[in-house]
């Protein structure tokens, strides 16, 4: 029989195990902004499902047009009524959550002329909604954390200088993160370049909406198979799949949350740079209950204090 001693060195290498279980378990990104029935960006990060928060979209910048940002039903940048938005902000980030302004989107008027252009657009991100000052800063006082890039139209250029400057922008007391949504055929045509420069620190790779790279016809081979020519092609921090959080979230791609949990995660989880999942979008996250059915799966752990609480 083991002695109090013995079972107290068994619990406490338990525990450890476990948590070092939970480090390296992968977090869920979601996109917030582009549906005012998805609730706020409080109740969002409320939820505490999510390590990274993507608000959507900044659609309008380069080639000499005043930047505009989109949040569709939730405020009007134009009446300053966004700025509400900074609390909210302030109150993901207390909880330790990643928030992120997203540029571009499949809607909108975007790119990049020059390397000038690509300039002045950090310039404009870093004074409006980073670390710099503005007198009209658009979510309000709230430093975000960063900028995604979720480029989908337009010319292929400049990403890649806008991302240097951006990364310029970084301090040891404050970084400024990147990141960036691919999609799955690889390189990808208008952020291959960008994503090239090694300084993303997490890319969530868009695997819908293109079927030679998605989970189709109830086999995840070919998503599997373009996962690991990610994993070994790019240099980047966290490496994410990027899923529709229900059917109706995208033309195609959509992988049932069990599938996803028994046939998916294990075998992406080995990858070094695995980071977790993306959601696409908070709106159909909470009328489908994605996240709901895939946080518990121990390889995808937000919370380490949750599982300490619950082991003793």
Known sequence: MATKPQLQLFLSLLVLSLVVATAHGGGIAIYWGQNGNEGTLTETCATRKYTHVNIAFLNKFGGGQTPELNLAGHCNPATGSCRVVSTAVESCQSRGIKVMLSIGGGIGNYSLTSEYDAKTVAEYLYNNFLGGKS????????????????????????????????????????????????????????????????LFDAVWVQFYNNQPCQYSSGSAQRLLESWERWASSVVVGKLFMGLPAAPAAAGSGYIPPEVLVSEVLPVIKKSEKYGGVMLWSRFHDVNNGYSDSIVNSYLLVTDNSALLVQIK
């Open 135 to 198: 007198s009209n800063r658009p979510l309000g006082d709230a430093v975000l954390d960063g900028v995604d890039f979720d480029i989908e139209l337009g010319s292929t250029f400049h990403y890649d200088d806008l991302v240097r400057f951006l990364s310029q922008f970084s301090e040891p007391a404050r970084r400024v993160y990147i990141t960036g949504a691919p999609q799955c055929p690889f390189p990808d045509r208008l952020l291959g370049a960008a994503i090239e420069t090694g």
